[in-house]
C-alpha cells in the first residue's frame, strides 16, 4: 500500500480477517471449464455439420484452450484470490467462441487460414494476462507511468502513419509477415492515461464556470485538456482514416471526464466538439462520407445493379440467421468478402446463432462491462474507479461502435469485435484489459470489509 | 463519483438495449424483406447446394445432376437432352425453369414441405430435404419412334392412352439440348441467346403451346356433332350435299381434293375427306351443338395442366353460316394443338370418353416412396357412346380404304384421320399435314394408343404435303412401339 502515489491518500487500512468476502475461485473454475466446453462443442458442430464426422483436432483444441485457461485461473488464484471470477470464464468463453467462428470461416477460404494464427495469438495474449496477474501486484503502480503511458500510445498511434496504407487505412504496421495494429495497443496506455491524469487533477477540472440554462460549463483554463484529446482524435482520423478508433478516443475521454468530475457541462462540450469534428470530417473526407451514404442507404449499390456491398451482405446474414441461426457451419456469411473474420465475424455469428446466438454474444459483452463497473463501484480510490471505468466503457464503446456498425445501426468504422474478431494485437489487447480488470476487482473486494462493497 | 460512475454504467446499458433491439430488427423485423432482396444470393445458393430430384422416363433418369464444386453447386444435366426437353424443359441457374422442372421445381428441388418428414419439421431444424423424383408417364419408345419420325422438321407429336389419359409421348421438332442452359457462365448465356435467336424457335412446345388450323382432322368432331345431334342417322345414306358448295351468305364455293363427294354417304365422306359434305354437316348441326361437342373434347379450355399448361384450342362460337362451314373442316378460327387433337382420337377410341390428359405418373420421396399419385381424372362424356362405335368404324375406314393406309399396321385394329391444313394469309403458307389415330392390338380389350401429329414442313413442295403422306408414317411408328409393349 505504501507504493501509492500522493493521490492515493485514502487508501485502506488493513483491516483483520474477520469478515472475508468468500473467494469464489470454485465457481470462476466451473465456469471455465463450462466455457471450455462450449467451446469446444462449437468446434464439433462446425466439424458435424460440415463433413459429418468430427472434426480431427477437437481434443487437441479442447485441451490447448483448456491448459491455457488453467493456467490463467491457477494465476487468478494465486496472485488475485478475490478477482472477480466472471471476468475470466467470459474472456475464455468469448475468445473460444472468436476461434470456433474464425475456424468456420476458414472452411470458406482454404488458401487463408486465420485460426492457427489466432490460437497462437490467444496464447500469447493469456500469457500477458498471466504476466499481468503475476508482475503487477497493485494496480496503482500503473500512476507512476502516466506520462510514460502517453507518450508510448501516441508514437503507436503514429507509427502506422510510416507504413503503407491497407484497404484505405493506415492502422496496420507489417513486420515480418505479421500484421499488428499498434493502436489496440495503444486504447489501454490511453485509459490507463486518462484515469490517472483524471484521478490526479479531477479537482481543478470540476470548477465550473459560467452557467448557460441548467449546464455548468467548465472554466476555459481547463478546456486544456479536453481540446487536446479533440485534437488528436481528429488527427487520427485524418492522418489514418480510422474513424472508429477516433470515436472511441474520444468517446472514452468524455465519459471518464464526466464521472471524475461530474460536470455534466464537459458532456455538452464533449458532444459540441464530436458534433463539429464528425461533419467537418463527413464534408472533407471522401472515405468517410462514402461509409455514412452506405449506412443511409444500404441497398443503393444493388439498386444501381452492382451487386451487394458489405453492409448489405452483413445485413443479409444477420437477417438469412433470424431467430435461433442457420447453425453453426451451416451459412453463408462469406459472401461479405473482405474482412469477414475481423470486422464482420458479428455477422457470422448472426447467421449461424441467430439472434439467439448474438443477444448471448451481447450480454456476454455486458455483463463483462458490468463486472468492470463492479469492480470500479467497489474501488475506494479514484484512479482504480476510473481505471476499472475506463476499461469496462472501452469494452462496451467498441462493441457498440462495431456491432453497431454491421447491424446498420450507426455508420460502418472498421474496429474488432473484442475477443471475437481475427487480429493479434486485439486478442492480446483484451487479455491485458481482463487482467487489468482482474487486478482492480482483486484489490477492491480484498480490501473490503465485506460490508458495503459487493 | 459513485453516482457518476452508475451514470455510465446506466449508458452503456442504454446502448446495449439499442444494440438488442437493432438485432431484433434486423433479424426478425427485417428479415423476410432481406431475404428477398435480388442482392441476396442466399436463396440461390441454398437451392442448388443439393442435387435435384430427377425426372424419370419409363424407370430410367433422364436427368441427372453435376457438381461444379462452385457456389451454385449443383448444375442440371440431360442424358437426353433433345428427345426430352418438351418435357422435361430446361432448370437454369440464370434463366428459371419450364415445364416439368418449373411444375415440378418444388418436389424436384426439395423445396415441397411435403418431403419433410413431419409437418413444419423444417421450418424449425432449418433442414433442406433431398430432391424427389418425378415419375413421368411417357412410354420411351414411343417417345423415341415419334422423335426420329419427325427427323428434325418442324412439327410435334402427342400420344395417350385413351383409357387414362396418360401422356405416353410428347415430341416437339425441332428439339434443343436443355443442359447448356443450366449453369451462370457466359455459356449459359450464349446458349441461350443462340436459342433465342434461331428462327426455328426450338425452344417453342409446339406439342401443346402452339395452336395449328388442324383442318380435316376436324372433321371427326363435326363427325360426332352431327351423329350426336341426329343431323345424320345412317352411315350410309346420302347427305344431300353439292360439290362445290356455296358458303351461305357468299358467292364463295368450296371444293374437294378428291372426287365422289356429291351427295355422298357420311362414312364415303369421312373417307374421302370431303369438304362440302362436313361443311354442309356442320353448318346443319348449328352453332351451339358444334360448339358443345367440341367444347366437350377440350376446345375452348384454356385452364388444362399436363402438369404444365396447354395452351386454349379454339372453335369460335360467334360465327356466321359461312364461317360455321369452315369452321367446321378445320379452318378459320379453328385452332387446336397436337395434343388437343390425341385428345379427339383418344375420346373416339374411349367410347366418347374424354379423361384430361396428364404427365406425371407419381412423384417420390428420395428413398422411393410415393409422395403423390396421380389419381383418376374425371371423365366427360363427350359423344354418345353408340357415336363413337360409329367414328371408329368411319376411322377404321380411312386407314383400310382411304388416305391413311400408312398407319395400318399388321395385327391391330388402327383408326385414323388425315387433314392438310391450309393457313397464312389467302392460305398462301405452306400447309400443315396433320394426322390424328388410334390402335388398338387385335388382342388388347381397348385401345392402347391415340396420337396426334402435325408436320409443318416448309421444307417440302407444296404438292407433296398431306397428312397420310407425311404424318401417317410417325403416327404408325409411335402406335407400333405402344403396341409392341406388353
Not at chain 1, 234 to 245: A, N, S, Y
Not at chain 1, 332 to 361: M, R
Not at chain 2, 90 to 101: I, R
Request: with cysteine.
Amino acid at each position: 500500500m505504501s507504493k501509492a502515489g500522493s493521490t492515493v491518500a485514502t487508501a485502506d487500512p488493513p483491516t483483520p480477517a474477520v469478515s472475508r468476502l468468500p473467494r469464489r475461485r470454485g465457481i470462476e473454475l466451473a465456469l471455465i471449464v463450462l466455457a471450455v466446453l462450449l467451446s469446444v462443442y462449437g468446434y464439433c458442430a462446425v466439424g458435424l455439420a460440415r463433413h459429418g464426422t468430427l472434426p480431427p483436432g477437437a481434443a487437441g483444441y479442447g485441451a490447448g484452450l483448456g491448459v491455457l485457461a488453467l493456467l490463467a485461473h491457477l494465476a487468478v488464484r494465486l496472485r488475485a484470490p478475490y478477482a472477480d471470477p466472471l471476468l475470466l470464464p467470459i474472456g475464455v468463453l468469448l475468445n473460444g467462441l472468436g476461434l470456433v467462428l474464425i475456424y468456420r470461416l476458414d472452411l470458406e477460404t482454404p488458401g487463408d487460414r486465420a485460426a492457427p494464427a489466432q490460437l497462437v495469438w490467444s496464447t500469447l495474449g493469456v500469457a500477458l494476462f498471466i504476466l499481468v496477474v503475476l508482475l503487477l501486484r497493485d494496480h496503482r503502480v500503473l500512476q507512476r507511468y502516466t506520462y510514460v503511458c502517453v507518450v508510448a500510445a501516441l508514437v503507436l498511434l503514429t507509427l502506422p502513419i510510416l507504413f503503407p496504407a491497407v484497404n484505405g487505412a493506415r492502422i496496420w504496421i507489417r513486420i515480418a509477415g505479421f500484421s499488428i495494429q499498434p493502436g489496440e495497443f495503444a486504447k489501454v496506455l490511453l485509459v490507463v492515461f486518462f484515469a490517472a491524469y483524471l484521478a490526479a487533477n479531477r479537482n481543478a477540472l470540476a470548477y465550473t464556470g459560467r452557467r448557460v440554462w441548467k449546464l455548468q460549463l467548465p472554466t476555459g483554463r481547463v478546456l486544456g485538456p479536453i481540446v487536446a484529446v479533440w485534437l488528436v482524435s481528429v488527427g487520427v482520423l485524418i492522418l489514418e482514416r480510422d474513424l472508429g478508433t477516433s470515436l472511441l478516443f474520444f468517446g472514452l475521454f468524455v465519459v471518464l471526464l464526466y464521472v471524475a468530475t461530474g460536470r455534466t457541462g464537459w458532456i455538452a462540450v464533449g458532444l459540441l466538439l464530436a458534433a463539429l469534428g464528425a461533419v467537418a470530417v463527413g464534408r472533407l473526407e471522401p472515405h468517410v462520407h462514402s461509409r455514412i451514404e452506405t449506412w443511409l442507404h444500404p441497398f443503393a449499390s444493388i439498386e444501381a445493379g452492382e451487386g451487394a456491398n458489405q453492409l448489405a451482405q452483413s445485413l443479409f446474414a444477420f437477417a438469412e440467421g433470424g431467430l435461433l441461426g442457420a447453425g453453426l457451419g451451416l451459412g453463408h456469411s462469406y459472401l461479405i468478402g473482405f474482412a469477414v473474420k475481423s470486422d464482420f465475424i458479428l455477422a457470422t455469428a448472426g447467421e449461424e446463432l441467430g439472434l439467439a446466438g448474438i443477444g448471448a454474444v451481447f450480454l456476454l459483452y455486458g455483463l463483462l462491462v458490468e463486472r468492470g463497473f463492479r469492480a470500479g463501484l467497489a474501488q475506494r480510490e479514484p484512479f482504480g474507479r476510473l481505471l476499472a471505468v475506463g476499461l469496462a466503457s472501452l469494452v462496451a464503446l467498441q462493441v457498440f461502435v462495431i456491432a453497431g456498425g454491421v447491424t446498420g445501426l450507426i455508420p460502418l468504422t472498421g474496429m474488432a469485435m473484442p475477443f471475437l474478431a481475427q487480429g493479434g494485437s486485439s486478442v492480446v489487447t483484451n487479455w491485458a484489459i481482463v487482467a487489468l480488470l482482474v487486478r482492480v476487482s482483486d484489490s477492491a473486494r480484498r480490501g473490503c470489509d465485506g460490508q458495503d462493497a459487493r | 463519483m459513485t453516482r457518476h460512475i452508475r451514470h455510465a454504467g446506466y449508458f452503456c446499458v442504454l446502448l446495449l438495449v439499442a444494440l438488442l433491439l437493432n438485432a431484433a430488427r434486423v433479424q426478425v423485423v427485417q428479415a423476410p424483406s432481406y431475404d428477398r432482396n435480388p442482392g441476396n444470393r442466399r436463396p440461390d445458393i441454398t437451392r442448388y447446394e443439393q442435387p435435384r430430384g430427377d425426372i424419370l422416363v419409363g424407370g430410367r433418369r433422364v436427368t441427372g445432376s453435376r457438381d461444379t464444386r462452385e457456389h451454385l453447386r449443383y448444375e442440371r444435366t440431360y442424358t437426353d437432352g433433345p428427345l426430352y426437353a418438351p418435357v422435361t424443359g430446361f432448370a437454369s441457374q440464370l434463366y428459371g425453369t419450364t415445364l416439368l422442372e418449373s411444375t415440378e421445381d418444388g418436389v424436384l428441388s426439395g423445396a415441397d414441405p411435403m418431403l419433410a418428414p413431419f409437418p413444419l419439421w423444417n421450418d424449425f431444424t432449418r433442414a433442406r430435404n433431398a430432391g424427389g423424383d418425378v415419375v413421368t408417364t411417357l412410354h420411351p419408345a414411343a417417345q423415341e419412334a415419334a422423335f426420329k419420325g419427325l427427323a428434325g422438321r418442324k412439327g410435334a407429336v402427342a400420344a395417350l392412352e385413351p383409357s387414362t389419359g396418360r401422356i405416353l409421348a410428347l415430341v416437339s421438332a425441332p428439339s434443343y439440348d436443355p443442359q447448356p442452359l443450366s449453369g451462370n457462365g457466359s455459356a449459359a448465356a450464349r446458349a441461350w441467346a443462340r436459342l433465342n435467336a434461331d428462327k426455328d424457335r426450338p425452344m417453342l412446345n409446339r406439342a401443346v403451346r402452339q395452336t395449328y388450323p388442324p383442318g380435316s382432322t376436324f372433321k371427326v368432331v363435326t363427325a360426332a356433332a352431327a351423329l350426336d345431334t341426329g343431323v345424320v342417322t345412317d352411315l350410309e345414306a346420302p347427305t344431300d350435299s353439292p360439290d362445290p358448295y356455296r358458303l351461305p351468305g357468299t358467292r364463295t364455293r368450296l371444293t374437294n381434293a378428291s372426287k365422289g363427294c356429291a351427295d355422298a354417304s357420311l362414312r364415303e365422306a369421312f373417307t374421302l375427306s370431303c369438304n362440302t359434305v362436313f361443311a354442309k354437316l356442320g353448318v346443319e348441326v348449328g352453332v351451339p351443338d358444334m360448339t358443345a361437342t367440341a367444347y366437350a373434347l377440350g376446345f375452348g379450355n384454356g385452364g388444362l395442366r399436363i402438369p404444365f399448361p396447354v395452351a386454349r384450342s379454339t372453335f369460335d362460337t360467334t360465327l356466321d353460316k359461312a364461317q360455321l362451314a369452315l369452321s367446321s373442316i378445320g379452318q378459320y378460327n379453328t385452332r387446336a394443338t397436337p395434343l388437343q387433337m390425341a385428345m379427339v382420337a383418344a375420346a373416339v377410341a374411349n367410347g366418347g370418353q374424354v379423361r384430361d390428359p396428364y404427365l406425371v405418373e407419381r412423384t417420390t420421396r428420395p428413398g422411393g416412396g410415393t409422395l403423390a399419385a396421380a389419381g383418376s381424372r374425371a371423365v366427360r362424356q363427350a359423344m354418345y357412346p353408340s357415336t363413337a362405335v360409329r367414328l371408329r368404324a368411319m376411322m377404321r375406314d380411312v386407314v383400310e380404304n382411304g388416305g391413311g393406309r400408312n398407319a395400318a399396321i399388321r395385327g391391330a385394329k388402327v383408326g385414323g384421320k388425315t387433314g392438310t391444313a391450309q393457313h397464312g394469309l389467302g392460305n398462301s403458307g405452306t400447309p400443315y399435314a396433320w394426322f390424328v389415330s388410334w390402335a388398338q392390338g387385335d388382342r388388347d380389350l381397348a385401345a392402347r394408343v391415340a396420337v396426334a401429329v402435325v408436320v409443318e414442313d416448309a421444307e417440302a413442295r407444296r404438292g407433296d404435303i398431306s397428312g397420310g403422306g407425311d404424318a401417317a408414317p410417325i403416327a404408325r411408328a409411335v402406335m407400333r412401339a405402344v403396341l409392341k409393349s406388353p
